[in-house]
């Protein structure tokens, strides 16, 4: 065998290890067929009819991760529809990072709304919309996650921040381990407009795509984190932060795409915003 022909052969078997296969690291949880890995691990879709949603879960638990899915949302009519993309943990003080995509009528624009919560306790919304049609094709989705802070991101642009800010009081995720959720399902009492506009039955099933799961993340298990304390330099993610692009990229995302900021809601907080609004 000529080296050329045997280094390929190990550079594609590199790539194979590391490419994102659905059937290994995620299971279709519930919806009862309605959720399917496709192409050899390659596709999963989820889909809503009038009688149930469909959901995945990973595999494994996260204890820090950055992790990236691209997603294709719900095209057409997908008014009443809630398609969510996510990080939680277990129990009744569980932590929770959240994407949830909710639809419109054909031609308006999804509403992306993300949370964090910490022990149970969210109510840290901001809301935007996207600067492309997300049901066109398939876009990345990220949710960075290490001790120091909590990005969110859209095809590698940043579009919220969540600082680590233990030391003003605000608590921060950082214990539990979290698996990544997705589904999809009707929330049309709210969704759209405020649950103005409802699900049209008549535009089933509904179907959103996911390809690319990539998880470089800290693997928990029995205990234990597969990340070794003492090479960090193996997962930068885990200090990463944002740089001056990324920050200006932000700031033109909340300028132009922010629909909704907790931190500006001072109706909703009558005794006073939440102390990590007093940071940006
Ligand atoms: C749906 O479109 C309307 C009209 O453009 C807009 O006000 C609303 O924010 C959009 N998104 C959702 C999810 O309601």
Redesign the pocket.
């Known amino acids: 065998m000529t080296t050329s022909l045997l280094l390929s052969l190990l550079f594609s078997f590199v790539i194979l290890a590391s490419a994102a296969n659905f059937n290994q690291d995620i299971e279709v949880t519930w919806g009862d067929g309605r959720g399917k890995i496709l192409e050899n691990g390659n596709l999963l879709t989820l889909t809503l009819d009038k009688f149930s949603g469909s959901g995945f879960q990973s595999k494994n638990q996260y204890l820090f991760g950055k992790i990236d899915m691209n997603i294709k949302l719900v095209p057409g009519n997908s008014?009443g529809t809630v398609t969510t993309y996510y990080l939680r943990s277990e129990g009744s003080t569980w932590d929770e990072i959240d994407f949830e995509f909710?639809?419109?009528?054909s031609g308006?624009?999804?509403?992306v709304h993300t949370n964090v919560y910490t022990q149970g306790k969210g109510d840290k919304e901001q809301q935007f919309?996207l600067w492309f049609d997300p049901t066109k094709d398939f876009h990345t989705y990220s949710l960075l996650w290490n001790p120091q802070r909590i990005i969110f991101s859209v095809d590698g642009t940043p579009i919220r921040e969540f600082k680590n800010l233990e030391s003003m009081g605000v608590a921060f995720p950082k214990s539990q381990p979290m698996r990544v959720y997705s589904s999809l399902w009707n929330a049309d009492n709210w969704?759209?407009?405020?649950g103005v506009?409802k699900t049209d039955w008549s535009k089933a099933p509904f179907t959103a795509a996911y390809r690319n799961y990539k998880a470089d993340a800290c693997v928990w298990s029995s205990g234990k984190s597969s990340c070794s304390s003492t090479s960090p330099s193996q997962n930068s993610w885990l200090s990463q932060e944002l740089d001056i692009t990324s920050q200006q990229r932000l700031k033109w995302v909340q300028k132009n795409y922010m629909?909704y900021n907790y931190c500006t809601d001072t109706k909703r907080f009558p005794q006073g915003l939440p102390k990590e609004c007093s940071v940006h």
């Open positions: 008014a909710l639809g419109n009528l308006d624009p999804y509403i919309y969704a759209t407009r405020g506009v629909i």
